[in-house]
T-cell receptor, first 113, second 115 residues
Framework: EPEVTQTPSHQVTQMGQEVILRCVPI?????FYWYRQILGQKVEFLVS????????KSEIFDDQFSVERPDGSNFTLKIRSTKLEDSAMYFC???????????FGPGTRLTVL | GESVGLHLPTLSVQEGDNSIINCAYS??????FIWYKQESGKGPQFIID?????DKRQGQRVTVLLNKTVKHLSLQIAATQPGDSAVYFC??????????????FGTGTQLKVEL
């Protein structure tokens, strides 16, 4: 069964450093998303991406965040200068159609020291 | 504002019993709702969904009920098993004008299955 994959599973970085979180969505999907989950809290929407453009972003997704689909298979989330409060699980999701169910990857745990 | 919330943070049930997890939503314009299961250290896993033109949908051992009058959603798990122990989230879907849909998650209910 096709699935969303994410790498790395755990990323530790120093405050102020740049990180890139990587995702490989399900191969025939067209819509891509990033969510985050601070420990013990609910999953929060960050950004949606379709047709090589951001279609929506939350207030969390400020100028320090960017997304890219550099090729036909990868979808990345970059945090330019990490802050302590960026520590969280980051989940990638994808869907085939606009109203279809989103399927999530296993997540990347980001720890900012 | 819009919100999706869960009534009970923790639910403990005996193995073999039925479980009911509840969720309240506030946006009456939402037309699609989803239940996700999240095990420790893993991503949300789709369980079942329901569209607003339905009031009940059944899957394998799971049933989702939607009451639009009181804006209430519930997940019923029949014959709960130890493997059902997880956090369960309801989510509300909004279609985005730019493409795709955005999920707003509730805070989650921890289901604990006791042997």
């Amino acid at each position: 069964e096709p699935e969303v994959t994410q790498t790395p599973s755990h990323q530790v970085t120093q405050m102020g450093q740049e990180v890139i979180l990587r995702c490989v969505p399900i191969s025939n999907h067209l819509y891509f998303y990033w969510y985050r989950q601070i420990l013990g809290q609910k999953v929060e929407f960050l950004v949606s991406f379709y047709n090589n453009e951001i279609s929506e972003k939350s207030e969390i997704f400020d100028d320090q965040f960017s997304v890219e689909r550099p090729d036909g298979s990868n979808f990345t989330l970059k945090i330019r200068s990490t802050k302590l409060e960026d520590s969280a699980m980051y989940f990638c999701a994808s869907t085939g159609g606009m109203t279809d169910t989103q399927y999530f990857g296993p997540g990347t745990r980001l720890t900012v020291l | 504002g819009e919100s999706v919330g869960l009534h009970l943070p923790t639910l403990s049930v005996q193995e073999g019993d039925n479980s009911i997890i509840n969720c309240a939503y506030s946006n009456s314009a939402s037309d699609y709702f989803i239940w996700y299961k999240q095990e420790s250290g893993k991503g949300p896993q789709f369980i079942i969904d329901i569209r607003s033109n339905m009031d009940k949908r059944q899957g394998q051992r799971v049933t989702v009920l939607l009451n639009k009058t009181v804006k209430h959603l519930s997940l019923q798990i029949a014959a709960t098993q130890p493997g059902d122990s997880a956090v369960y989230f309801c989510a509300e879907s909004y279609i985005l004008t730019g493409g795709g849909n955005k999920l707003t998650f509730g805070t989650g209910t921890q289901l604990k299955v006791e042997l």
